[in-house]
């Protein structure tokens, strides 16, 4: 199975700031690689597909990057509602396994 | 609208199995496959296996194999998935999810407990 390691696990950052999670691949996966942001009690909301682009309606102050084994997820500017626990997920190759997951909270 | 809505929360005894059910609409059922996903309180997001609704295809995490059946029925456009042999661990919110450009709409989740 593809280990998907995310970091960090928790991170708090100020309203404004500039938040970035990073997502390796243990093997290559091209850009096979989706972005959710999971709030308490909800299901997850795709934010990223491809690595890379963003869904429908999604903000654009998030955004993705990266290809073979290393990712990055940023939101340019952390609004209040952007408080969630952030996953990433491969999907080249089954099981299509996610990341540990990052927990986002505002200082 | 795209929707996905899951069946009821269910309680089961340890070495019972469960039966939940994913009913689509706002799309064509056959042509996005379907990702059942679960998620134990507290804890990461679990990827358990895939099912094309065309073809009846699936593909299951090799740690569900033997216990996890991914089936559908198109003419009511519902999909399901079947967990057996349950144990304490196997207590968890499931999801289905479609597959499109992304796993791009999610159910509400099923709340499945399992306790003597």
């Known amino acids: 199975d593809i280990q998907m390691t995310q970091s960090p696990s928790s991170l708090s950052a100020s309203v404004g700031d500039r938040v970035t999670i990073t997502c390796q691949a243990s093997?290559?996966?091209?850009?096979?690689l989706n972005w959710y942001q999971q709030k308490p009690g909800k299901a997850p909301k795709l934010l990223i597909y491809d690595a890379s682009n963003l869904e429908t309606g999604v903000p654009s102050r998030f955004s993705g990057s990266g290809s073979g084994t290393d990712f990055t997820f940023t939101i340019s500017s952390l609004q209040p509602e952007d408080i969630a626990t952030y996953y990433c997920?491969?999907?080249?190759?089954?099981?299509?396994?996610f990341g540990g997951g990052t927990k986002v909270e505002i200082k | 609208q795209v929707q996905l809505v899951q069946s009821g929360a269910e309680v089961k005894k340890p070495g019972a199995s469960v039966k939940v059910s994913c009913k689509a609409s706002?799309?064509?059922?056959?042509?996005?496959?379907i990702n059942w996903v679960r998620q134990a309180t507290g804890q990461g997001l679990e990827w358990m296996g895939w099912m094309n609704p065309n073809s009846g295809n699936t593909g299951y995490a090799q740690k569900f194999q033997g216990r996890v059946t991914m089936t559908r029925n198109t003419s009511i456009s519902t999909a399901y998935m079947e967990l057996s042999s349950l144990r304490s661990e196997d207590t968890a919110v499931y999801y289905c999810?479609?597959?499109?450009?992304?796993?791009?709409?999610w159910g509400q989740g099923t709340l499945v407990t399992v306790s003597s």
């Open positions: 999810a479609r597959a499109g450009l992304g796993v791009d709409y």
């Open positions: 093997q290559d996966i091209s850009n096979y």
């Open positions: 997920q491969q999907y080249d190759n089954l099981p299509f396994t």
């Open positions: 706002g799309y064509t059922f056959t042509s996005y496959d």
